[in-house]
């Protein structure tokens, strides 16, 4: 729901600023926001899970998907060459759609559900620049990516950027309770407040909810007190836990962000055997595509994510056989 509102929030500005025209959003190939109307306009329309909606949600603005970005060191580095490529295309693309487009929607450094996968930095660097440059809303959805997932605070963080809207999630509460939350820059906020309707024109019945923003608040202390600790931890202990799974003939890539760990294969997951498999070694995962993935909570231990790790591999190998290179 909060990428609901941060895409009326995108719209709302434009229309305060004179712009009826700009409805529209630009958005990346690989993304996944969410499973209501608006969300899943921005999301992959291809390769994404709303290919059969197509009648039922606004056509959007899409870009090529970022290049990949990979771990070394403290950094997350791309090659340069694909990387300025991509921007030059992106840039065309985003210059013809400027007049018709409200914002730029993005989940920052890392796609989940459209493959874990992590892109440059520098394409959120760019990504700010033609929003500042064309006046466009630049919303990151950190729902997935917030609160230390990938190493960093936030997502936006691997690239020093402040986005105009950020929608966050999940960690919010730790999961045990449903809420989500958008923050508005002052800037857009302004703007909005000065408008003929001089707020933003969203009410669900239990905005606000006050049992759930009181979780909320007691989750935040916890995450910003230990994650700065626990990320890395988890980090070091996935990519050692998982390192196994690369001698598997049917494992294309292993691959660890913060506290993310992906197993990919050459073929689809079998997904009810896998699940079954890793269930029976006392791992709960939930594959989908090629992919075997964990984002386990941050207070595991060492020994957990030992056991998560094994249970992966273990599921994989008994499922799609345990040959190796």
């Known amino acids: ?169 999940k960690a919010l509460t730790g999961g045990t309770m449903t809420l989500g939350a958008v923050v508005v820059s002052t800037a857009v906020a302004e703007v909005i407040g000065a408008s003929e309707h001089r707020a933003l024109l969203h009410g669900p019945t239990f905005m606000g909810n006050p049992l759930a923003c009181a979780v909320a608040t007691a989750s935040i202390d916890l995450v910003t007190r230990s994650w700065a600790t626990d990320v890395p931890r988890i980090e070091a202990a996935l990519s050692a836990a998982l390192a196994p799974a690369a001698d598997l003939a049917v494992v294309a890539e292993v691959r660890v962000l913060g506290a993310v760990g992906v197993i990919e294969l050459t073929e689809p997951v079998e997904i009810p055997l896998v699940t079954r498999a890793a269930l029976e070694r006392g791992v709960w995962v939930r594959p989908f595509r090629r992919l075997v993935y964990t984002m386990p909570p941050y207070v595991c231990t060492d020994a957990d994510i030992a056991v998560i790790g094994a249970g992966m591999i273990g599921a994989v190998a008994h499922v799609h056989g345990g040959v190796t290179r």
């Open 1 to 169: 729901m909060s990428v609901e509102v941060a895409l009326k929030v995108a719209l709302q500005y434009q229309r305060a600023r004179g712009r009826g025209r700009r409805t529209g959003f630009v958005a990346l190939r690989g993304g996944y926001h969410g499973d209501t109307l608006g969300a899943m306009s921005v999301c992959d329309p291809v390769d994404g899970m709303h290919a059969d909606f197509p009648d039922y949600v606004p056509a959007q603005q899409f870009l090529p998907r970022p290049p990949r970005a990979w771990r070394e060191g403290g950094d997350l580095v791309s090659d340069p060459a694909e990387v300025a490529q991509w921007i030059a295309e992106a840039e065309q693309i985003v210059a013809r759609a400027a007049d018709e487009v409200a914002g730029i929607i993005v989940e920052p450094v890392l796609q989940g559900a459209g493959g874990m996968f992590a892109y440059a930095p520098e394409a959120l660097v760019a990504l700010r620049g033609w929003a500042t440059a064309y006046d466009l809303v630049l919303i990151a959805d950190e729902i997935a990516t917030g609160f230390g997932r990938t190493g960093r605070f936030f997502g936006c963080d691997w690239a020093a950027v402040v986005p105009d809207v950020m929608c966050v999630g």
